[in-house]
Protein backbone atom coordinates (compact mmCIF):
# COMPACT_ATOMS: atom_id res chain seq x y z
CA UNK A 1 0.00 0.00 0.00
CA UNK A 2 1.41 3.19 -1.49
CA UNK A 3 0.76 6.43 0.96
CA UNK A 4 -0.15 9.99 -0.46
CA UNK A 5 3.23 11.81 0.91
CA UNK A 6 1.01 15.23 0.36
CA UNK A 7 -1.57 16.75 1.69
CA UNK A 8 -2.96 20.17 1.13
CA UNK A 9 -5.83 22.67 2.06
CA UNK A 10 -8.61 22.42 -0.49
CA UNK A 11 -12.16 24.09 -0.24
CA UNK A 12 -13.21 20.39 -1.15
CA UNK A 13 -12.38 18.82 2.10
CA UNK A 14 -14.94 17.84 3.52
CA UNK A 15 -12.66 18.27 7.40
CA UNK A 16 -13.58 21.65 8.00
CA UNK A 17 -10.07 22.21 9.52
CA UNK A 18 -8.77 21.13 6.43
CA UNK A 19 -10.44 23.90 4.08
CA UNK A 20 -8.13 27.18 2.97
CA UNK A 21 -7.88 29.82 5.24
CA UNK A 22 -9.15 33.41 3.62
CA UNK A 23 -8.61 36.53 5.39
CA UNK A 24 -9.42 40.02 4.52
CA UNK A 25 -6.16 41.91 4.00
CA UNK A 26 -3.87 41.93 1.64
CA UNK A 27 -1.35 39.12 0.57
CA UNK A 28 1.70 40.96 1.72
CA UNK A 29 0.64 42.12 5.05
CA UNK A 30 -0.92 38.35 5.30
CA UNK A 31 2.57 37.14 5.31
CA UNK A 32 4.07 39.72 7.28
CA UNK A 33 1.12 38.76 10.14
CA UNK A 34 1.89 35.20 9.41
CA UNK A 35 5.54 34.69 9.89
CA UNK A 36 5.17 37.44 13.26
CA UNK A 37 3.22 34.37 14.84
CA UNK A 38 4.44 31.26 13.32
CA UNK A 39 7.55 30.74 14.58
CA UNK A 40 5.84 30.00 17.91
CA UNK A 41 4.65 26.47 16.44
CA UNK A 42 8.58 25.77 17.05
CA UNK A 43 9.60 24.57 13.57
CA UNK A 44 12.80 23.89 13.31
CA UNK A 45 13.27 25.66 10.02
CA UNK A 46 11.74 28.22 8.91
CA UNK A 47 12.32 30.85 5.63
CA UNK A 48 9.89 33.24 3.96
CA UNK A 49 10.23 33.85 0.34
CA UNK A 50 8.90 37.23 -0.51
CA UNK A 51 9.20 36.86 -3.72
CA UNK A 52 7.56 34.27 -4.40
CA UNK A 53 4.59 35.25 -1.36
CA UNK A 54 5.40 31.77 0.17
CA UNK A 55 6.67 30.54 3.30
CA UNK A 56 8.53 27.28 3.78
CA UNK A 57 8.87 25.40 7.12
CA UNK A 58 9.91 22.07 8.79
CA UNK A 59 9.01 20.44 12.04
CA UNK A 60 9.96 17.02 12.55
CA UNK A 61 9.40 15.16 9.71
CA UNK A 62 6.73 17.19 8.28
CA UNK A 63 7.26 20.24 5.91
CA UNK A 64 5.33 22.79 5.36
CA UNK A 65 4.93 24.92 2.36
CA UNK A 66 2.29 28.25 3.15
CA UNK A 67 1.43 30.00 0.36
CA UNK A 68 -0.10 33.56 0.37
CA UNK A 69 -3.08 33.78 -2.94
CA UNK A 70 -4.10 37.96 -3.26
CA UNK A 71 -7.87 37.97 -4.80
CA UNK A 72 -9.94 41.43 -5.27
CA UNK A 73 -8.35 42.53 -1.50
CA UNK A 74 -8.86 39.00 -0.24
CA UNK A 75 -6.31 36.47 0.11
CA UNK A 76 -6.28 33.02 0.44
CA UNK A 77 -3.87 30.93 2.30
CA UNK A 78 -3.25 27.44 0.94
CA UNK A 79 -1.01 24.92 3.09
CA UNK A 80 0.93 22.22 1.68
CA UNK A 81 2.54 19.66 3.90
CA UNK A 82 4.83 16.71 2.83
CA UNK A 83 6.47 13.78 4.19
CA UNK A 84 8.52 11.53 2.22
CA UNK A 85 9.32 8.51 4.25
CA UNK A 86 5.99 9.58 7.52
CA UNK A 87 2.81 9.93 5.01
CA UNK A 88 0.67 8.99 7.49
CA UNK A 89 1.74 11.99 9.74
CA UNK A 90 0.76 14.90 7.28
CA UNK A 91 -2.92 14.65 8.39
CA UNK A 92 -2.11 15.12 11.93
CA UNK A 93 0.27 17.83 11.38
CA UNK A 94 -1.81 19.94 9.46
CA UNK A 95 -4.71 19.56 11.43
CA UNK A 96 -2.42 20.76 14.01
CA UNK A 97 -0.78 23.76 12.22
CA UNK A 98 -4.23 25.31 10.70
CA UNK A 99 -6.29 25.56 13.70
CA UNK A 100 -3.35 27.87 15.53
CA UNK A 101 -3.28 30.04 11.95
CA UNK A 102 -6.79 30.73 12.61
CA UNK A 103 -6.43 31.35 15.98
CA UNK A 104 -3.90 33.48 15.83
CA UNK A 105 -6.04 35.28 12.53
CA UNK A 106 -9.17 35.65 14.40
CA UNK A 107 -9.55 39.11 13.71
CA UNK A 108 -8.78 39.08 10.13
CA UNK A 109 -10.85 35.98 8.91
CA UNK A 110 -13.08 36.05 5.85
CA UNK B 1 24.19 34.17 -25.41
CA UNK B 2 23.37 35.17 -29.05
CA UNK B 3 21.20 37.10 -31.66
CA UNK B 4 18.45 35.59 -33.29
CA UNK B 5 17.76 36.78 -36.75
CA UNK B 6 14.34 35.31 -38.94
CA UNK B 7 14.59 36.22 -42.71
CA UNK B 8 11.49 35.98 -44.87
CA UNK B 9 10.50 33.23 -42.99
CA UNK B 10 7.04 31.37 -44.16
CA UNK B 11 5.16 28.44 -42.63
CA UNK B 12 2.39 26.59 -44.89
CA UNK B 13 0.92 23.76 -42.94
CA UNK B 14 0.27 20.28 -45.22
CA UNK B 15 -3.31 21.18 -44.89
CA UNK B 16 -2.22 24.57 -46.98
CA UNK B 17 -3.31 26.56 -44.50
CA UNK B 18 -0.38 29.59 -44.27
CA UNK B 19 0.48 30.27 -40.95
CA UNK B 20 3.17 32.78 -40.45
CA UNK B 21 3.48 34.84 -43.79
CA UNK B 22 7.14 36.63 -44.45
CA UNK B 23 8.48 37.19 -40.84
CA UNK B 24 11.25 39.15 -40.67
CA UNK B 25 12.80 39.94 -37.21
CA UNK B 26 16.39 40.66 -35.51
CA UNK B 27 16.07 39.53 -31.95
CA UNK B 28 19.77 41.48 -30.03
CA UNK B 29 21.91 39.81 -27.82
CA UNK B 30 20.37 39.69 -24.45
CA UNK B 31 16.94 41.19 -25.90
CA UNK B 32 13.64 40.01 -24.30
CA UNK B 33 11.63 40.25 -27.33
CA UNK B 34 7.41 39.18 -26.76
CA UNK B 35 5.58 37.71 -29.41
CA UNK B 36 1.56 39.18 -28.75
CA UNK B 37 -1.48 38.52 -30.84
CA UNK B 38 -4.95 36.80 -30.15
CA UNK B 39 -5.68 33.05 -30.83
CA UNK B 40 -4.21 31.49 -34.51
CA UNK B 41 -1.70 34.76 -35.37
CA UNK B 42 0.81 32.53 -35.63
CA UNK B 43 2.91 33.45 -32.62
CA UNK B 44 3.49 29.78 -31.23
CA UNK B 45 4.43 28.75 -34.74
CA UNK B 46 7.00 31.17 -34.91
CA UNK B 47 8.54 29.80 -31.94
CA UNK B 48 7.93 26.56 -32.63
CA UNK B 49 10.42 26.71 -35.46
CA UNK B 50 12.51 28.64 -34.02
CA UNK B 51 12.61 25.50 -31.40
CA UNK B 52 13.06 23.01 -33.97
CA UNK B 53 9.35 21.71 -33.93
CA UNK B 54 8.36 22.65 -36.75
CA UNK B 55 9.89 23.14 -40.31
CA UNK B 56 10.30 25.82 -42.14
CA UNK B 57 8.86 26.58 -45.59
CA UNK B 58 10.66 29.05 -46.43
CA UNK B 59 13.20 31.56 -45.01
CA UNK B 60 16.07 31.59 -42.85
CA UNK B 61 16.60 31.22 -39.09
CA UNK B 62 20.14 32.54 -37.67
CA UNK B 63 21.40 31.99 -34.73
CA UNK B 64 24.53 33.45 -33.86
CA UNK B 65 25.26 33.73 -37.54
CA UNK B 66 24.40 30.20 -38.06
CA UNK B 67 21.44 29.46 -40.32
CA UNK B 68 19.88 26.85 -37.71
CA UNK B 69 16.96 25.48 -40.85
CA UNK B 70 17.84 21.98 -40.83
CA UNK B 71 19.38 21.85 -37.69
CA UNK B 72 18.26 19.42 -35.29
CA UNK B 73 16.19 20.72 -31.98
CA UNK B 74 18.77 19.49 -29.55
CA UNK B 75 21.39 20.75 -31.38
CA UNK B 76 20.35 24.48 -31.62
CA UNK B 77 21.46 25.31 -28.05
CA UNK B 78 18.16 26.85 -27.12
CA UNK B 79 15.90 26.17 -24.11
CA UNK B 80 11.87 25.77 -24.33
CA UNK B 81 9.39 26.71 -21.60
CA UNK B 82 6.10 25.04 -21.83
CA UNK B 83 2.45 26.30 -20.86
CA UNK B 84 1.81 23.27 -19.17
CA UNK B 85 5.63 22.59 -17.53
CA UNK B 86 5.53 19.79 -19.09
CA UNK B 87 7.72 18.13 -16.33
CA UNK B 88 8.27 14.08 -15.69
CA UNK B 89 6.27 13.09 -13.30
CA UNK B 90 7.89 10.00 -12.40
CA UNK B 91 11.16 12.04 -11.12
CA UNK B 92 11.72 14.39 -8.41
CA UNK B 93 12.47 18.13 -9.33
CA UNK B 94 16.58 17.30 -8.97
CA UNK B 95 16.05 14.92 -11.92
CA UNK B 96 13.34 17.05 -13.64
CA UNK B 97 16.24 19.79 -13.54
CA UNK B 98 19.33 17.74 -13.85
CA UNK B 99 17.45 15.20 -16.93
CA UNK B 100 18.78 17.49 -19.66
CA UNK B 101 22.65 17.69 -18.58
CA UNK B 102 22.16 13.81 -17.73
CA UNK B 103 21.74 13.56 -21.28
CA UNK B 104 24.86 15.77 -22.45
CA UNK B 105 26.90 13.40 -20.19
CA UNK B 106 28.08 16.30 -17.80
CA UNK B 107 30.25 15.02 -14.42
CA UNK B 108 28.17 14.43 -11.80
CA UNK B 109 29.49 17.70 -10.03
CA UNK B 110 29.07 19.93 -12.67
CA UNK B 111 25.22 19.03 -12.84
CA UNK B 112 24.85 18.95 -8.41
CA UNK B 113 25.94 22.59 -8.60
CA UNK B 114 24.47 23.70 -11.98
CA UNK B 115 20.84 22.39 -10.68
CA UNK B 116 21.72 23.86 -6.87
CA UNK B 117 22.61 27.32 -8.27
CA UNK B 118 18.74 27.27 -10.59
CA UNK B 119 16.88 25.88 -7.38
CA UNK B 120 18.84 28.55 -4.98
CA UNK B 121 17.61 31.72 -8.07
CA UNK B 122 14.05 30.14 -7.95
CA UNK B 123 13.81 29.43 -4.04
CA UNK B 124 13.68 25.64 -4.99
CA UNK B 125 16.43 24.59 -2.46
CA UNK B 126 13.35 22.81 -0.56
CA UNK B 127 11.77 20.84 -2.97
CA UNK B 128 14.26 18.90 -4.75
CA UNK B 129 13.48 15.49 -3.64
CA UNK B 130 9.83 15.60 -4.12
CA UNK B 131 8.08 14.77 -7.26
CA UNK B 132 5.92 17.61 -9.67
CA UNK B 133 2.72 16.40 -7.78
CA UNK B 134 3.75 17.65 -4.12
CA UNK B 135 4.03 21.46 -5.39
CA UNK B 136 1.94 24.25 -5.94
CA UNK B 137 1.61 25.57 -9.39
CA UNK B 138 3.75 28.34 -9.37
CA UNK B 139 6.55 25.64 -7.84
CA UNK B 140 6.00 23.72 -11.08
CA UNK B 141 6.53 26.33 -12.99
CA UNK B 142 9.72 27.69 -11.30
CA UNK B 143 10.97 24.29 -11.65
CA UNK B 144 10.28 24.17 -15.80
CA UNK B 145 11.93 27.75 -15.84
CA UNK B 146 14.60 26.16 -13.69
CA UNK B 147 14.85 23.33 -15.77
CA UNK B 148 15.83 25.81 -19.10
CA UNK B 149 18.23 28.04 -16.83
CA UNK B 150 20.60 24.93 -16.17
CA UNK B 151 21.53 24.45 -19.60
CA UNK B 152 22.87 27.92 -20.03
CA UNK B 153 21.33 27.60 -23.43
CA UNK B 154 22.05 30.54 -26.05
CA UNK B 155 18.29 31.31 -26.90
CA UNK B 156 15.16 31.15 -23.97
CA UNK B 157 11.56 30.05 -24.97
CA UNK B 158 8.58 30.47 -23.74
CA UNK B 159 5.26 29.40 -25.03
CA UNK B 160 2.76 30.66 -22.83
CA UNK B 161 4.41 30.16 -19.36
CA UNK B 162 2.20 31.56 -17.09
CA UNK B 163 -1.58 31.10 -18.48
CA UNK B 164 -1.55 27.70 -16.36
CA UNK B 165 -1.32 29.91 -13.03
CA UNK B 166 -3.64 32.26 -10.45
CA UNK B 167 -3.85 35.76 -11.67
CA UNK B 168 -1.99 36.82 -8.37
CA UNK B 169 0.48 34.72 -8.71
CA UNK B 170 0.91 35.62 -12.88
CA UNK B 171 1.83 38.86 -11.31
CA UNK B 172 4.49 37.52 -9.44
CA UNK B 173 5.62 34.87 -11.58
CA UNK B 174 5.77 37.96 -14.47
CA UNK B 175 8.04 39.66 -12.44
CA UNK B 176 10.04 36.97 -11.33
CA UNK B 177 11.06 36.02 -15.07
CA UNK B 178 12.05 39.29 -15.31
CA UNK B 179 14.52 39.27 -12.87
CA UNK B 180 15.78 35.73 -13.59
CA UNK B 181 16.16 37.40 -17.32
CA UNK B 182 18.47 40.18 -15.58
CA UNK B 183 20.74 37.67 -13.79
CA UNK B 184 20.69 34.89 -16.71
CA UNK B 185 21.39 37.39 -19.34
CA UNK B 186 20.00 35.12 -21.93
CA UNK B 187 18.37 36.20 -25.38
CA UNK B 188 14.76 35.41 -24.57
CA UNK B 189 11.50 35.16 -26.85
CA UNK B 190 8.62 34.93 -25.07
CA UNK B 191 4.89 34.31 -26.24
CA UNK B 192 1.79 35.33 -25.08
CA UNK B 193 -1.78 36.70 -25.69
CA UNK B 194 -2.24 38.64 -23.03
CA UNK B 195 -1.29 42.30 -23.58
CA UNK B 196 -0.32 43.05 -19.89
CA UNK B 197 1.90 40.72 -20.50
CA UNK B 198 3.83 41.69 -23.50
CA UNK B 199 3.70 45.59 -22.18
CA UNK B 200 5.43 44.89 -18.80
CA UNK B 201 7.97 42.58 -19.32
CA UNK B 202 9.29 43.42 -23.13
CA UNK B 203 12.21 44.76 -23.98
CA UNK B 204 10.32 45.21 -28.00
CA UNK B 205 6.72 43.75 -28.94
CA UNK B 206 6.44 42.26 -31.73
CA UNK B 207 2.38 42.18 -32.94
CA UNK B 208 0.95 39.65 -34.72
CA UNK B 209 -2.96 38.65 -36.46
CA UNK B 210 -3.31 36.03 -39.32
CA UNK B 211 0.21 35.17 -39.60
CA UNK B 212 1.54 38.68 -40.08
CA UNK B 213 4.09 40.70 -38.13
CA UNK B 214 1.44 44.34 -37.77
CA UNK B 215 4.02 46.23 -35.65
CA UNK B 216 7.47 45.77 -34.08
CA UNK B 217 8.33 48.43 -31.03
CA UNK B 218 9.32 48.79 -27.63
CA UNK B 219 5.82 48.99 -24.91
CA UNK B 220 5.95 52.68 -24.91
CA UNK B 221 5.99 53.09 -29.25
CA UNK B 222 3.53 50.78 -29.73
CA UNK B 223 0.96 52.48 -26.78
CA UNK B 224 1.61 55.71 -28.23
CA UNK B 225 2.02 55.38 -31.87
CA UNK B 226 0.35 52.29 -33.07
CA UNK B 227 0.63 51.80 -36.83
CA UNK B 228 -2.99 50.96 -37.43
CA UNK B 229 -6.11 50.48 -36.05
CA UNK B 230 -5.49 46.51 -34.99
CA UNK B 231 -2.27 47.53 -32.46
CA UNK B 232 -4.21 50.61 -30.93
CA UNK B 233 -7.24 48.15 -30.44
CA UNK B 234 -5.19 45.30 -29.34
CA UNK B 235 -2.75 47.26 -26.75
CA UNK B 236 -4.65 48.85 -23.69
CA UNK B 237 -7.35 47.97 -21.89
CA UNK B 238 -10.18 49.30 -22.06
CA UNK B 239 -9.18 49.47 -26.15
CA UNK B 240 -8.78 52.68 -27.89
CA UNK B 241 -11.94 54.08 -29.20
CA UNK B 242 -12.44 54.35 -33.18
CA UNK B 243 -14.72 56.47 -34.34
CA UNK B 244 -15.47 57.13 -38.27
CA UNK B 245 -15.13 60.32 -39.42
CA UNK B 246 -15.86 62.45 -42.65
CA UNK B 247 -13.22 65.34 -43.24
CA UNK B 248 -15.03 68.29 -45.36
CA UNK B 249 -14.18 72.04 -45.24
CA UNK B 250 -11.27 71.70 -43.87
CA UNK B 251 -13.29 70.59 -40.51
CA UNK B 252 -13.60 66.69 -39.22
CA UNK B 253 -16.93 65.44 -37.64
CA UNK B 254 -17.91 62.22 -36.59
CA UNK B 255 -20.18 60.44 -39.09
CA UNK B 256 -24.14 59.74 -38.29
CA UNK B 257 -27.30 61.13 -37.85
CA UNK B 258 -25.96 64.35 -36.58
CA UNK B 259 -23.59 65.58 -39.06
CA UNK B 260 -22.44 69.08 -36.91
CA UNK B 261 -20.54 67.21 -34.02
CA UNK B 262 -16.96 68.11 -35.06
CA UNK B 263 -13.68 66.80 -33.88
CA UNK B 264 -11.03 69.60 -32.86
CA UNK B 265 -7.67 69.06 -34.87
CA UNK B 266 -4.89 71.16 -34.33
CA UNK B 267 -2.27 72.07 -37.18
CA UNK B 268 -0.33 69.06 -37.60
CA UNK B 269 -3.57 67.47 -38.19
CA UNK B 270 -4.78 69.47 -40.83
CA UNK B 271 -1.13 69.48 -42.70
CA UNK B 272 -0.98 65.95 -42.56
CA UNK B 273 -4.65 65.18 -43.58
CA UNK B 274 -3.79 67.71 -46.86
CA UNK B 275 -0.90 65.84 -47.30
CA UNK B 276 -2.73 62.31 -47.04
CA UNK B 277 -5.58 63.96 -49.67
CA UNK B 278 -2.79 64.56 -52.51
CA UNK B 279 -1.31 60.98 -51.43
CA UNK B 280 -4.70 58.90 -51.78
CA UNK B 281 -5.71 61.36 -54.86
CA UNK B 282 -2.50 60.02 -56.20
CA UNK B 283 -2.82 56.43 -55.79
CA UNK B 284 -6.71 56.70 -56.57
CA UNK B 285 -6.13 57.93 -60.31
CA UNK B 286 -3.43 55.21 -60.40
CA UNK B 287 -5.86 52.52 -59.83
CA UNK B 288 -8.12 54.29 -61.86
CA UNK B 289 -6.12 54.45 -64.68
CA UNK B 290 -5.57 50.57 -64.24
CA UNK B 291 -8.86 49.71 -64.87
CA UNK B 292 -9.27 51.85 -67.96
CA UNK B 293 -6.86 50.00 -69.24
CA UNK B 294 -7.85 46.54 -68.50
CA UNK B 295 -11.33 48.35 -70.18
CA UNK B 296 -10.21 49.17 -73.16
CA UNK B 297 -8.34 45.98 -73.71
CA UNK B 298 -11.54 44.24 -73.12
CA UNK B 299 -13.48 46.66 -75.37
CA UNK B 300 -10.82 45.67 -78.25
CA UNK B 301 -10.21 42.25 -77.67
CA UNK B 302 -12.19 39.42 -79.73
CA UNK B 303 -14.10 37.67 -76.60
CA UNK B 304 -16.12 41.05 -76.49
CA UNK B 305 -19.87 39.70 -76.65
CA UNK B 306 -23.08 41.50 -77.15
CA UNK B 307 -25.45 42.44 -74.18
CA UNK B 308 -27.64 40.53 -75.39
CA UNK B 309 -25.26 37.34 -75.59
CA UNK B 310 -24.50 37.92 -72.09
CA UNK B 311 -27.90 37.60 -70.86
CA UNK B 312 -28.66 34.42 -72.29
CA UNK B 313 -25.20 32.88 -71.20
CA UNK B 314 -26.70 33.86 -67.39
CA UNK B 315 -29.67 32.07 -68.62
CA UNK B 316 -28.32 28.94 -69.47
CA UNK B 317 -25.95 29.11 -66.80
CA UNK B 318 -28.77 29.90 -64.11
CA UNK B 319 -30.71 27.15 -65.56
CA UNK B 320 -27.72 24.41 -64.95
CA UNK B 321 -26.66 25.74 -61.45
CA UNK B 322 -30.37 24.69 -60.45
CA UNK B 323 -30.32 21.16 -62.33
CA UNK B 324 -27.09 20.78 -60.50
CA UNK B 325 -28.45 21.99 -57.27
CA UNK B 326 -25.33 20.49 -55.17
CA UNK B 327 -22.41 20.70 -57.39
CA UNK B 328 -20.97 23.85 -58.72
CA UNK B 329 -21.89 24.25 -62.65
CA UNK B 330 -18.54 25.40 -64.11
CA UNK B 331 -18.98 28.86 -65.87
CA UNK B 332 -18.92 29.72 -69.69
CA UNK B 333 -15.59 31.85 -69.87
CA UNK B 334 -17.16 34.27 -71.44
CA UNK B 335 -19.97 34.85 -69.23
CA UNK B 336 -16.93 34.86 -66.49
CA UNK B 337 -15.04 37.60 -68.30
CA UNK B 338 -18.29 39.70 -68.88
CA UNK B 339 -19.19 39.26 -65.25
CA UNK B 340 -15.55 40.45 -64.31
CA UNK B 341 -16.33 43.22 -66.66
CA UNK B 342 -19.60 44.06 -64.40
CA UNK B 343 -17.39 44.50 -61.55
CA UNK B 344 -14.89 46.64 -63.18
CA UNK B 345 -17.48 49.13 -64.41
CA UNK B 346 -18.74 49.53 -60.88
CA UNK B 347 -15.39 49.54 -59.36
CA UNK B 348 -14.60 52.17 -61.92
CA UNK B 349 -17.73 54.36 -60.63
CA UNK B 350 -16.90 53.82 -57.26
CA UNK B 351 -13.26 55.11 -57.57
CA UNK B 352 -14.94 58.11 -59.74
CA UNK B 353 -16.88 59.06 -56.85
CA UNK B 354 -14.02 59.02 -54.49
CA UNK B 355 -11.59 61.06 -56.72
CA UNK B 356 -14.32 63.83 -56.97
CA UNK B 357 -14.56 63.60 -53.22
CA UNK B 358 -10.93 64.29 -52.41
CA UNK B 359 -10.83 66.53 -55.01
CA UNK B 360 -13.93 68.52 -53.25
CA UNK B 361 -11.32 68.06 -50.12
CA UNK B 362 -14.36 65.35 -48.56
CA UNK B 363 -13.17 62.02 -47.36
CA UNK B 364 -13.64 59.14 -44.72
CA UNK B 365 -11.18 58.78 -42.12
CA UNK B 366 -10.99 56.71 -38.63
CA UNK B 367 -9.97 58.48 -35.57
CA UNK B 368 -8.96 56.66 -32.68
CA UNK B 369 -8.81 57.62 -29.19
CA UNK B 370 -7.65 56.07 -25.75
CA UNK B 371 -10.49 56.52 -23.03
CA UNK B 372 -7.97 58.41 -20.85
CA UNK B 373 -7.28 60.65 -23.48
CA UNK B 374 -10.60 62.10 -22.95
CA UNK B 375 -12.06 64.52 -20.53
CA UNK B 376 -15.37 64.47 -19.15
CA UNK B 377 -17.26 67.59 -17.32
CA UNK B 378 -21.34 67.41 -15.62
CA UNK B 379 -23.21 69.81 -17.49
CA UNK B 380 -27.06 70.10 -18.07
CA UNK B 381 -29.09 68.17 -20.70
CA UNK B 382 -30.42 70.85 -22.41
CA UNK B 383 -26.46 71.47 -23.47
CA UNK B 384 -26.48 70.12 -27.59
CA UNK B 385 -22.95 68.91 -27.35
CA UNK B 386 -23.44 66.78 -24.15
CA UNK B 387 -23.41 62.76 -24.30
CA UNK B 388 -25.15 60.46 -21.90
CA UNK B 389 -24.33 58.53 -19.72
CA UNK B 390 -25.39 54.76 -21.18
CA UNK B 391 -22.86 53.11 -18.52
CA UNK B 392 -20.66 54.00 -15.69
CA UNK B 393 -18.12 51.30 -13.86
CA UNK B 394 -16.31 52.26 -10.88
CA UNK B 395 -12.82 50.69 -10.38
CA UNK B 396 -11.63 52.33 -7.20
CA UNK B 397 -9.78 54.96 -8.40
CA UNK B 398 -10.60 55.14 -11.60
CA UNK B 399 -13.72 55.45 -13.48
CA UNK B 400 -15.39 54.00 -17.19
CA UNK B 401 -17.78 55.63 -18.23
CA UNK B 402 -19.32 54.23 -21.23
CA UNK B 403 -21.38 56.37 -24.02
CA UNK B 404 -22.55 56.42 -27.76
CA UNK B 405 -21.24 59.51 -29.63
CA UNK B 406 -23.25 60.03 -33.11
CA UNK B 407 -24.52 56.23 -32.61
CA UNK B 408 -20.98 55.18 -32.00
CA UNK B 409 -19.46 53.64 -28.67
CA UNK B 410 -17.13 55.39 -26.88
CA UNK B 411 -15.57 54.59 -23.44
CA UNK B 412 -13.99 57.19 -21.60
CA UNK B 413 -11.31 56.31 -18.44
CA UNK B 414 -11.59 59.29 -15.91
CA UNK B 415 -10.29 59.65 -12.56
CA UNK B 416 -13.19 58.25 -9.94
CA UNK B 417 -13.64 62.21 -8.20
CA UNK B 418 -16.78 62.48 -9.51
CA UNK B 419 -19.71 59.99 -9.69
CA UNK B 420 -21.51 59.72 -13.29
CA UNK B 421 -24.64 58.06 -13.37
CA UNK B 422 -26.36 55.99 -15.95
CA UNK B 423 -28.50 58.70 -17.84
CA UNK B 424 -26.12 61.79 -17.20
CA UNK B 425 -25.51 64.66 -19.32
CA UNK B 426 -21.64 65.46 -19.80
CA UNK B 427 -19.45 67.35 -22.10
CA UNK B 428 -16.50 65.72 -23.40
CA UNK B 429 -12.99 67.11 -24.88
CA UNK B 430 -10.45 64.86 -26.82
CA UNK B 431 -7.10 65.20 -25.85
CA UNK B 432 -5.61 66.43 -29.85
CA UNK B 433 -2.09 65.81 -29.07
CA UNK B 434 -3.11 62.15 -28.95
CA UNK B 435 -5.49 61.68 -31.41
CA UNK B 436 -4.47 59.42 -34.27
CA UNK B 437 -5.66 59.71 -37.99
CA UNK B 438 -6.31 56.08 -39.63
CA UNK B 439 -6.82 55.51 -43.29
CA UNK B 440 -10.36 53.77 -43.51
CA UNK B 441 -9.54 51.15 -46.17
CA UNK B 442 -6.73 50.29 -45.43
CA UNK B 443 -6.84 50.53 -41.61
CA UNK B 444 -3.36 52.21 -41.46
CA UNK B 445 -2.44 54.93 -39.37
CA UNK B 446 -2.04 58.09 -41.61
CA UNK B 447 1.29 59.36 -40.98
CA UNK B 448 3.89 60.37 -43.23
Known amino acids: MCFKNNNRTNSSQSDKDLKPISLRIGADLSMKKVSEFLPKFEFDTFSVREEYNEIYARKGVIEYTISFIEDYGKTHISVLAYSERHPFKIKKGLKELLPFMRENLKDYLV | ?448
Open chain 2, 1 to 448: MANVKFVNVNKIYDNNVQAVFDFNLDVKDKEFIVLVGPSGCGKSTTLRMLAGLEEITSGEIIIDGTVVNDVHPKNRDIAMVFQNYALYPHMTVFDNMAFALKMKNLPKEEIVKRVNEAANILALEEYLRRKPKALSGGQRQRVALGRAIVRTPKVFLMDEPLSNLDAKLRVQMRSEIIKIHRKVNATTIYVTHDQTEAMTMADRIVIMKDGYIQQIGTPKEVYNNPSNMFVGGFIGSPAMNFLNCRFKNGELYVTGENDDIKVKLDESHATLLNKYKEEKLNQLKEILLRIDQQLNEYENSENKISEEEVESLKKKHEKAQKANKKKQVVMNPKLALARHIEKLKSYKERYVKEIEDFERGEFDIAIGIRPEDISVKKTNPDNKDALSVDLSELLGHELIIYSYINGQRLVIKTPAKEEFESGESFEFGFNTDKLHLFDIDTTNKIAF
